[in-house]
């Protein structure tokens, strides 16, 4: 099977029309003919085909393409009569709101680089996404506006619009919005150079000039960043082509429909909340439910209130719907269920399937993966062909190898390795790192451009991929390699186990060994007996020399802004 693997690997055509994986597509295309633009004009054309249906809503307040791709010219006038050129990066923190989009857009209109940031970085970060772009351009909401103006003088941004979350948005929530958040935040403009929005609409329309840039599908169109897990936070290049042909391979894998909707929570300053759920949706012709502020607590209720028939979402949205109280058919809305962004447990998955059968829904979640280096997304399970311990197949044109760890030679079927990708998403690079770039994008043998991910993980017959664990991650004790994410499987499926993560601890003979981080469910209570009788259950199910040698009780695990388990303040602790 090597061997066969090998010769197809030679052609492209060839590996995506006849490669074994392919049985499983159905009705999938095996190769695409890609949108042929920038990100913009496939918005146009989306705007064309779908001028009636509703493109987003947002509180209640709906805007059909049509009026959307309006206010995307309105913004990209007023971004060339602000002084916006071609190819000047403009650095947008925003929630997910319509001004988000619609400036997201609109710089890409007119060949600008939209550098996505998140709105709760620290005043640090900050300066440092501002500089590393060299953004002279700066469009915010209000909650970052203060952090912003310690800052901004240490930076090259010469203006910036305020978008103000209680006064623009204009939708039937901004009394309640002021009563909560809204009053706290005060922001007092005194300088001649930073303007509202509705200002800096108003800009555009004294705009007659050109104002839509037609640029090559290669080109540099968005900056996103790295979660910085592994050091400093790089900045990722992405072109118009990554982006379109996300939107195009992600549709054909989940065949969605034009007029459907889906829940897009995850936040537009993450390729996978940007690119799956806003960019593929609204290539779709599909309506975005915008939720500007990411939270588990409020998950369920969305899904209540919205009925969407797409919920894309981390393990920890899906964990707490499967707690949650719900009416016997209140989930019949949903269609399709994806997890991204971090691993799902095999035990939380299975738990969440008899959630959705007992509560209408007639689909199971569907595990994926990617990385932000590939647009967001590369492979996902087919519908009603779930393996256990499987991310899926890749989408159509992406091409995964497992390489023996730190060569191209490709490991043996069913074996570990480093999952490389090759595709039309793969990245252009990152920013003003040429050194960590030869090293991420690599020119195999075969003369493809391989994207050497940091992820351990191996593949089967089928062509079905199983991820492992990240490549830095991995905890080597006495010369053998111990997985995290394995290790937290099996600690999982106790029954008093709600979460766990694992992470490497010094140790003065082994260099290191596993030490476990639970939180247990509801009713237990954390007890010698009972950490005897976890590390018991580990026993039966794990090899001696990867079980836990510490493991101590919480309460609650740290998280990122996007809810993954932050193990990294987990390390700092030993």
């Known amino acids: 099977m090597k061997k066969i693997f090998k010769r197809k690997l030679q052609n492209s055509n060839e590996i995506s029309l006849n490669a074994p994986w392919t049985k499983f597509y159905n009705d999938v295309p095996k190769n695409i003919n890609y949108f042929q633009g920038t990100i913009a004009e496939m918005i146009e054309s989306s705007a064309n085909k779908y001028a009636s249906l509703t493109a987003y809503e947002y509180y209640g307040i709906t805007c059909t393409y049509k009026e959307f791709y309006k206010k995307i010219e309105e913004a990209a006038k007023a971004l060339k009569a602000w002084g916006v050129q071609e190819n000047d990066r403009v650095t947008i923190c925003m929630p997910n709101t319509p001004q988000g989009l619609i400036i997201f857009y609109a710089v890409n209109m007119i060949g600008a680089i939209a550098n996505m940031i998140h709105p709760l970085s620290a005043e640090k970060e900050i300066e440092f996404y501002l500089n590393v772009s060299d953004s002279k351009y700066l469009v915010t909401i209000d909650i970052s506006y203060s952090k912003i103006m310690t800052v901004i003088d240490n930076s090259k941004v010469e203006k910036m619009v305020v978008v103000s979350a209680a006064q623009d948005f204009g939708h039937s929530m901004t009394f309640l919005y002021w009563l909560t958040k809204g009053r706290k935040i005060k922001v007092k403009i005194d300088r001649e150079n930073i303007i509202g929005w509705k200002k800096f609409i108003d800009l555009g329309k004294k705009y007659t000039g050109n104002y839509k840039c037609h640029k090559s599908s290669d080109s540099v169109a968005v900056i996103l960043y790295s979660g910085g897990t592994t050091g400093t936070p790089k900045g990722i290049m992405l072109s118009n082509k990554n982006f379109n042909a996300m939107a195009e391979q992600a549709s054909a894998m989940c065949q969605s429909q034009a007029g459907e909707s889906v829940l897009s929570i995850m936040p537009i300053f993450h390729g996978f909340g940007l690119t799956v759920c806003i960019h593929t949706p609204l290539f779709c012709g599909m309506k975005c439910i915008l939720i500007p502020d990411f939270s588990s607590k409020k998950f369920v209720g969305l899904i209540r209130k919205y009925k969407p028939n797409f919920v894309v979402g981390v393990p920890t949205l899906f964990d707490s719907l499967s707690k949650s109280l719900l009416g016997k058919k209140e989930l019949?809305?949903?269609?399709?269920?994806?997890?991204?962004?971090?691993?799902?447990?095999?035990?939380?998955?299975?738990?969440?399937?008899?959630?959705?059968?007992?509560?209408?829904?007639?689909?199971?979640?569907?595990?994926?993966?990617?990385?932000?280096?590939?647009?967001?997304?590369?492979?996902?399970?087919?519908?009603?062909?779930?393996?256990?311990?499987?991310?899926?197949?890749?989408?159509?044109?992406?091409?995964?190898?497992?390489?023996?760890?730190?060569?191209?030679?490709?490991?043996?079927?069913?074996?570990?390795?480093?999952?490389?990708?090759?595709?039309?998403?793969?990245?252009?690079?990152?920013?003003?790192?040429?050194?960590?770039?030869?090293?991420?994008?690599?020119?195999?043998?075969?003369?493809?451009?391989?994207?050497?991910t940091g992820d351990i993980g191996s593949m089967d017959e089928d062509g079905f991929v199983y991820f492992k664990q990240r490549l830095k991650r991995v905890i080597i004790s006495s010369g053998y390699n111990i997985y995290p994410s394995y290790v937290e499987s099996i600690i999982n499926e106790h029954p008093a186990v709600l979460t766990s993560t694992v992470v490497g601890v010094s140790h003065p003979h082994k260099m290191q060994v596993a030490k476990a981080y639970v939180v247990l469910k509801e009713g237990y209570e954390p007890s010698e007996a009972l950490k005897r009788n976890i590390l018991l259950h580990c026993s039966k199910n794990l090899a001696k020399y990867t079980m836990p040698t510490y493991l101590e009780f919480r309460k609650s695990l740290p998280r990122t802004l996007i809810g993954k388990i932050a193990y990294k303040e987990l390390e700092k602790e030993n």
């Open 332 to 452: 019949s809305c949903i269609t399709q269920l994806i997890s991204g962004g971090d691993s799902l447990n095999p035990s939380l998955k299975a738990r969440v399937d008899k959630f959705l059968h007992e509560h209408g829904c007639l689909t199971e979640l569907r595990e994926g993966y990617g990385l932000t280096e590939s647009a967001g997304a590369t492979c996902l399970t087919p519908i009603n062909a779930y393996r256990k311990g499987s991310i899926g197949i890749p989408f159509p044109d992406t091409y995964f190898k497992i390489v023996i760890n730190g060569t191209h030679e490709e490991a043996p079927i069913g074996t570990d390795g480093e999952i490389c990708i090759s595709g039309p998403t793969v990245m252009v690079g990152y920013l003003n790192n040429f050194d960590e770039t030869m090293q991420t994008l690599r020119t195999h043998d075969d003369g493809r451009v391989w994207l050497h």
